[in-house]
């Protein structure tokens, strides 16, 4: 599983009315942790399957992948009894070796999982990443629009006033960091042609920053900020030189359509 936080509390530390002034972490309590969710906030298994198009033929779904990928996966499906080929449930199982540090199992070889990471990545990130419509694209809703809703209303929580906890980890499935990545337009980078997958265990950062009193978002995974590339979202950024933060505002309005639900 890998876990995605939410919503640190931030002000200014601007000197003075600089356009982009500086921002910093607000950590005057103990961060404490609350784990929130579940399954509800999760794509629903075999969602993209269905929303790509993407027949029982396993043939079929290879389409968009680098030829080296494609024939691993033809290989593995060679391997397996016929109907086997279910490529995201492989990649689960191959995901729950990496976290024990087993990096090929009885399953799939090393080369076979980077091929499956590269093959999810493929069947999500079309349907979800920012285009030049002026709101997300349905996927989004479809997808994870209770876990986004989830995290948006934590910060609106945190603009409120004084809140009981700094910091908010919701537990999900690696497919669920990786469609919010996609959804936020997130430049994930390192993957390449192969596109990006989640590793075990890996985090992606929501921090919610107060720069000269404009709340604001800012993404990192592993301490590297990321910039949002596309969409509304990403024309902010690159409006600001490639600032990595945007307003919450923005956020909102972006994904109004994909966070209605009951309050």
């Known amino acids: 599983a890998a876990v995605l936080g939410a919503a640190k509390a931030a002000r200014s530390a601007a000197a003075s009315g600089g356009a982009a002034g500086a921002a910093a972490l607000v950590g005057a309590r103990p961060v404490e942790v609350l784990l929130q969710g579940g399954e509800g906030l999760l794509p629903a298994p075999g969602y993209f399957s269905a ?67 590269g093959l999810a990545w493929s069947r999500r990130s079309p349907l979800l990443r920012p285009s030049a419509a002026p709101c997300a694209p349905p996927a989004v809703a479809g997808s994870i629009g ?40 997130l430049d994930v980078g390192g993957g390449g042609a192969r596109g990006w997958w989640p590793g ?49 505002s923005a956020a909102l309005e972006y994904f109004a359509d994909s966070i209605k639900g009951d309050d």
């Open 200 to 248: 075990y265990g890996e985090a992606l950062e929501v921090s919610l920053l107060d720069v000269a009193g404009v709340p604001r978002l800012c993404f990192s995974i592993g301490g590297r900020e990321l910039v949002p590339q596309g969409g509304p979202l990403g024309e902010i950024c690159s409006s600001a030189s490639g600032s990595p933060s945007f307003p919450l």
């Open 146 to 185: 209770p876990l986004l809703r989830e995290l948006l209303r934590a910060c609106a929580a945190a603009l409120e006033g004084p809140t009981e906890h700094d910091t908010v980890l919701y537990l999900s499935q690696a497919d669920g960091l990786a469609c919010a990545a996609a959804a936020f337009g």
């Open 51 to 117: 929303a790509a198009g993407v027949p029982a033929d396993p043939e079929r779904s290879l389409a968009d992948l680098p030829a080296e990928d494609a024939e691993a996966l033809r290989g593995l499906a060679r391997r397996l009894p016929e109907g086997a080929a279910d490529w995201d449930k492989l990649l689960e199982s191959s995901l729950c070796l990496e976290g024990t540090g087993i990096q090929a199992g009885p399953m799939c070889t090393a080369a076979e999982t980077v091929a499956l990471k």
